[in-house]
Nanobody
Framework: QVQLVESGGGLVQAGGSLRLSCAAS????????MGWFRQAPGKEREFVAA???????GYADSVKGRFTISRDNAKNMVYLQMNSLKPEDTAVYYCAADLRLGPATKQGGAYDYWGQGTQVTVSS
């Protein structure tokens, strides 16, 4: 069982920055692929970013160049640095863990564990 707890959400003006954090339980955190997803009101959940166990990263086109995903295996943490935020980034952001052996994926269905989410609101 893996528990994920997100933090760092809040209200920010357009153009501002936020850093989301996700604390993960489990002795083998370094072996997990980790991802960030988001869901806006009335919309489906969508992929934001992922980081593999080896540190490779991938991003949705909508956030590429503005968001950065990183991980600290010594602390069992994964982060999402969000810069140049836009009102369309407003959503609940979820951290997820993929315990499969394989590359990180954009497919939410591949992730085994999810956090409770943290709200990010970007005002115009």
């Amino acid at each position: 069982q893996v528990q994920l707890v997100e933090s760092g959400g809040g209200l920010v003006q357009a153009g501002g920055s936020l850093r989301l954090s996700c604390a993960a339980s489990g002795r083998t955190f370094s072996s997990y692929n980790m991802g960030w997803f988001r869901q806006a009101p009335g919309k489906e959940r969508e992929f934001v970013a992922a980081i593999s166990r080896s540190g490779g990263t991938g991003y949705a086109d909508s956030v590429k160049g503005r968001f950065t995903i990183s991980r600290d295996n010594a602390k069992n943490m994964v982060y999402l640095q969000m810069n140049s935020l836009k009102p369309e980034d407003t959503a609940v952001y979820y951290c997820a863990a993929d315990l499969r052996l394989g590359p990180a994926t954009k497919q939410g269905g591949a992730y085994d564990y999810w956090g409770q989410g943290t709200q990010v609101t970007v005002s115009s």
